[in-house]
């Protein structure tokens, strides 16, 4: 073994050779472990380890900064020098960062920083699994087949900075999705989960809600295009409300290019796009949903800055009380718009005041309503209204006055996130969910069912 493998000794190496004005070094530290399983058994499991380090070098000119950028996995020491001439090769080579700003600097080191990386494994699934045995035990004797995998992850990212910054997060990440089929496979119903630690998911309680669709599937109806009341479950809304979240750059709402552009100049700040107090909001410390508490750019973009690494990062309200509160800005984006910095953070919770779940928002309804399951393929149409479409999936069930009375065909939608806030007349209640379409991206959410009064259903489709 290398005699420098610990993380932070990589860092601190990596730091000792830099010849650059300023550096940047970025260790994570991967681990996960897996499960997957069809037809009511487990089929695979699997452990894996890994390490990825990323070099930001910046350079000093008389035009400006420059940064350059090389990242590469299962670096060794011997691996250093050449990954930290290549970044520092980049900067030179590289024109005026337009992002460029001092390197953070006068944040409190992690008191942690020289530990070992926490690892996952699998004694993570000890009480799942057993759960899950039993799950398969009892769909056997219901006549139906289990499908689907369970994965966890642990990320511990060891951040340096030649500016004194030394900081370390653990992420765990947990996801967990379940799907459901007839012997004869014409009927499918799914479900998901986000979790820390495959403590808080219940295999029997999935598996008990997915038997009901199935059920609700033995009668089939079919319907039309048009505008439907429709129940929106908190995936749903997940899945909508991360995009609308990576939609919400300032600079690029300044400039007159999104939905969050005022006709005329400037930005939305300050306008009420939606009459129910809906607050949408982001904290790191968010219970059961922490996430890191500082910036981790690995590159920049829009809504990301590698000469931020290392921020504080604090809760923040994109929507309060209905209300346009926040756009995401870096210390750059910030700079040139005016508006105060609000670097992105790594959740989404969406609070409407409402104490229904689902199941009784759908026992409340009155008149003809669609109950959907999740939402899948969500591309953009117009980024001046942010139009999405996309399809609905596993599973599209008619509601008549309170009862779920059978299900329908899928449909392609055509709808805008900011447009259905505008819209919903019912918010329930707020739980942790998985997103469906961004869960390999973005898991950390929490979100409420939302009552849309005329949902665009926009075409039949045949997805499943």
């Known amino acids: ?11 601190e190496r990596a730091l000792e050779l830099s010849t650059t004005d300023g550096l940047v070094v970025i260790a994570d530290e991967h681990s996960s472990a897996n499960l997957r399983w069809a037809g009511n058994a487990l089929t695979t499991n699997g452990v894996t380890r890994g390490r990825t380090l990323t070099v930001i070098a910046t350079v000093d000119g008389a035009e400006g900064t420059a940064s350059g950028v090389v990242s590469r996995s299962a670096v060794t020491a011997d691996d250093l020098e050449p990954l930290v001439r290549a970044a520092e090769a980049a900067a030179r080579g590289a024109g005026p960062a337009e992002d460029a700003q001092p390197l953070v600097s006068g ?3 992690s008191p942690d920083f020289t530990d070992a990386p926490a690892e996952t494994g699998s004694e993570v699934f000890a009480d799942f699994a057993p759960a899950l045995g039993d799950a398969f035990a009892r769909a056997r004797s219901g006549g139906r087949e289990l499908y689907g995998f369970a994965n966890h992850e642990l990320t511990s990212t060891y951040l340096g900075t030649s ?8 992420q765990p990440t947990g996801t967990l999705e379940l799907n459901a089929k007839s012997p004869d496979r014409t009927r499918s119903a799914w479900a998901g989960r986000s979790t820390r630690d495959f403590k808080d998911v219940d295999p029997a309680a999935m598996d008990a809600e997915l038997a009901q669709r199935l059920r609700w599937a033995e009668r089939r109806i079919d319907l039309p295009a048009g505008r439907y009341e429709t129940l929106l479950p908190p995936t749903a809304v997940a899945d909508l409300l991360i995009y609308q979240l990576w939609s919400s750059a300032a600079r690029d709402a300044v400039e007159g290019r999104t939905v969050f552009s005022q006709p005329g100049g400037g930005t939305r700040l300050g306008e009420t796009l939606a009459p129910l107090p809906l607050t949408l909001r982001s904290d790191p410390h968010a219970p059961g949903l922490e996430s890191a508490p500082f910036v981790i750019a690995h590159s920049s973009g829009d809504s990301a800055s590698v000469f931020d690494n290392g921020l504080p990062l604090a809760p923040t309200d994109w929507i309060r009380d209905g209300k346009l509160e926040r756009l995401t800005t870096t210390r750059h984006s910030a700079a040139l718009t005016g508006l105060p910095a609000a670097p992105a953070i790594d959740n989404l919770v969406l609070d409407g005041g409402g104490e229904r779940s689902l199941e009784e928002m759908v026992a409340a ?15 953009e149409v117009d980024p001046a209204t942010l139009l999405l479409t996309g399809l609905t999936r596993d599973g599209v069930y008619l509601v008549e006055d309170g009862q779920v009375v059978g299900e329908v065909n899928n449909f392609r939608f055509n709808e805008s996130p900011v447009d259905l806030l505008s819209r919903a007349s019912e918010a329930g209640r707020t ?4 997103p469906r379409e961004w869960g390999d991206w973005f898991t950390r959410a929490a979100m409420p069912a939302l009552r849309i009064p005329d949902f665009n259903m926009s075409s039949v489709s045949q997805g499943v």
Not at 163 to 170: A, E, N, P, S
Request: net charge positive; proline share 5%; with cysteine.
């Open 365 to 379: 309804t009155t008149g003809r309503a669609l109950l959907l399951t999740c939402l899948w393929y969500i591309r």
């Open 163 to 170: 500016t004194g910054l030394r900081l370390r997060h653990d």
């Open 1 to 11: 073994m290398s005699r420098v493998s610990k993380p932070y000794e990589i860092v």
């Open 431 to 434: 739980e942790k969910t998985l």
């Open 107 to 109: 944040v409190p080191s």
